[in-house]
């Protein structure tokens, strides 16, 4: 992806094989740009459900698709 694609909310996917280890998973985008201790921009924080969050690249991410619910189901995280 691009940085000017990347917006919080976003939902995405980490690229397979990612150094990080978490290749694969699905999350969200929880905030963009530049973060303690960094002066430029590196990478997304994403939030894929586990006790912490991942700063990610944007090259190593992909949106994605939207998966619609059948009417009257709706998808949280516990």
Known sequence: MKWEEL????PVRIA????SGF???SGKVVAVGT???YSKRIGALIDIGEPLLMVIEPEALEEEPKNPS???WEEFDL
């Open 7 to 10: 917006k919080p909310g976003l």
């Open 16 to 19: 397979a094989g990612h150094e």
């Open 23 to 25: 290749g694969g998973r």
């Open 35 to 37: 973060f303690e201790g």
């Open 70 to 72: 059948t009417l009257g």
